[in-house]
């Protein structure tokens, strides 16, 4: 028989400041200590009048390397961008996602459900 996982949900959102990634940029979200996370949806809005360019970022802990998500996505003005449409991303323990601009006003939004994982 198939039991049914239980998880907790959460929401983050940030307005971008960092003009850098990597250890530099903007942490959107932290998949938390014991947890494994699925990401639901992670979307982009461009506040600014004209087209501006963001760059999303995972950051794997196992390996402490990042890896692009979006590279210089450019996002028209007052427009808004989703990521990941109606894929999922799952995320490990001490996993993040991190967010940088090239300019422009950027809010970024996300929704996850976080699985406790005691071997994490």
């Known amino acids: 028989m198939v039991s049914?996982?239980?998880y907790t949900t959460d929401s983050k959102s940030i307005t971008v400041s960092?003009?850098?990634?990597?250890a530099n940029g903007n942490v959107l979200y932290t998949c938390p200590n014991n947890h494994d996370a699925t990401i639901d949806y992670l979307g982009i809005t461009n506040g600014a009048?004209?087209?501006?360019k963001?760059?999303?970022e995972?950051?794997?802990a196992d390996?402490?390397?990042y890896k692009y998500l979006t590279n210089q996505h450019s996002i028209a003005g007052h427009d808004t961008y989703h990521v990941l449409n109606a894929d999922r991303f799952h995320l490990h323990a001490g996993d993040k996602i991190i967010c940088s601009k090239d300019g422009?006003?950027?809010d970024v939004s996300l929704s996850a459900?976080?699985?406790y994982n005691p071997n994490r």
């Not at 009048?49 to 501006?52: E, R, T």
């Open 4 to 6: 049914a996982l239980e």
């Open 104 to 106: 422009g006003t950027f």
């Open 58 to 60: 995972v950051y794997h």
């Open 113 to 115: 459900r976080q699985f």
């Open 18 to 22: 960092a003009t850098t990634g990597g």
């Open 54 to 56: 963001i760059t999303i």
């Open 63 to 65: 390996d402490n390397t």
């Open 49 to 52: 009048n004209s087209s501006q």
